[in-house]
């Protein structure tokens, strides 16, 4: 071998090929000086370039890129938990909005709307009676301030027992009116009424009852009792008010005793 | 081998940064030519030895002074020098593999891979013809795509003897392709 690496026999072999046909035919563009060196250089390429080598893992931790990882197989069992949550899902979802939509429309039967006023969400059911009235109690203490239409509730021993201030508090007044025991009959029914009307009810004054026991047929303790009732100023103001306080109680206060 | 000079001097500096993505960079522009170059010298395991290639070269780039074209010289005689190494390795003991760990080709095309085993057996039967020198030219020409300043930077032969050996080679391949005529294919 020469000073240039050259063998031996090679200064022996032909040039086939000057430094320009030469340069052509391994730049891929020597098919028309010769054909077959040129489609067997392109075999070459072919044979030994056409695969990239795979990444090991001390060289993608070099070139941050992730060793090939084979993918995870999905169980069965995995895919068929995953659909049946979704339906549940959706299906409390639905169920959740349908009820809510129903309770602020009050459609609800009175105890499911009772329950969900509890909430907040929609009013309670009307006409319970000291049910309600029970509810206005509590609510006034459980209420949080986001919860709507309910303001300062007075307790049936009139002290305030919630801090939570609304201008719709209505209810809560007309609640705390038909607790107050300081009143009781056509009184009580009125106060009721002008609280639940904002004052416009314009009640009679409460009934005069005279009562006339008389013993008569000379039958010792036979009475007979005769009672007039004027039936003017029996509240007829608006008890069933927006707000969500009792009113239901309130209302059936108001037609009096 | 597609790759601009422009974007291997970039991914280069990216790299010399310490960016991962200028060695990605680098490894996608240049990783087939070295597998294919390591292939062709007939190593036992390319793909591995490539690997090795590039882990070497990342980890002394701060050696490295040059421009793209420069890095592939120098890429490429790290990949010569670990083809030579192995070469070596593989004089030195004989390697056994059992059947085991042969490697799985399951799921490939059969009359594909019979088809490109067919051209391997024929390109290496054509090469094996040339003197080792021709064959190294030629191979880091065509398979490396090296220019021959590149090609005689990593032989560390001068430029007009690299010339002269693809001249020599491409003639020897031209009268090896001649004589194969004959022989039915």
Known sequence: ?????????????????????????????????????????????????????????????????????????????????????????????AVVAATGGLAVAGALPAPVQDAVSHLGVGSPAHGSGDKDVKHGDTNGDDRTPTSHGKGSTTSAAGSETSTT??????????????????????????????????????????PTTTTTVASGNGQPGATTTTTTVDHGGHGQGNGSNNGKGNSGGAQSHGKGH | MSTSRGSLDRALDQARAGDPRGFDAL?????????????????????????????????TLDTFEGDGERFRSWLFTIAHNAAIDDARRRRRRVVEVSFEAAPDRAGGDVEVDAAAHLAHERVAVLLSVLSPDQREVLLLRVVADLSVEETAAVLGKGYEAVKALQRRGLASLRRALSSEEGVPQ
């Open chain 1, 1 to 93: 071998m020469s000073a240039d690496g050259v063998h031996g026999n090679e200064m022996d072999e032909p040039h086939d090929f000057d430094d320009a046909a030469a340069d052509a035919l391994i730049g891929g563009a020597g098919a028309d000086i010769d054909r077959r060196v040129a489609e067997t250089l392109g075999e070459m390429r072919a044979a030994y370039v056409s695969t990239p080598p795979a990444v090991g893992a001390t060289l993608a931790a070099l070139i941050g890129a992730a060793p090939p990882v084979a993918p995870r197989a999905v169980r069965r069992s995995e895919r068929v938990r995953s659909s049946v949550l979704a339906k549940v899902g959706a299906a409390a979802a």
């Open chain 1, 165 to 206: 201030t609304h201008k719709d508090n209505h209810g809560g007044d007309v609640s705390g009116v038909a607790h107050d025991p300081t009143l009781e009959g056509c009184a009580h029914g009125q106060a009721v009424a002008a609280v639940a009307s904002g004052g416009k009810s314009q009640g009679k004054s409460c």
């Open chain 2, 27 to 59: 490894f996608r522009a240049t990783g087939a030519a070295v597998a294919g170059y390591l292939r062709a010298r007939g190593v036992r395991d390319p793909e591995g030895l490539a690997n090795d290639v590039f882990v070497r070269a990342f980890r």
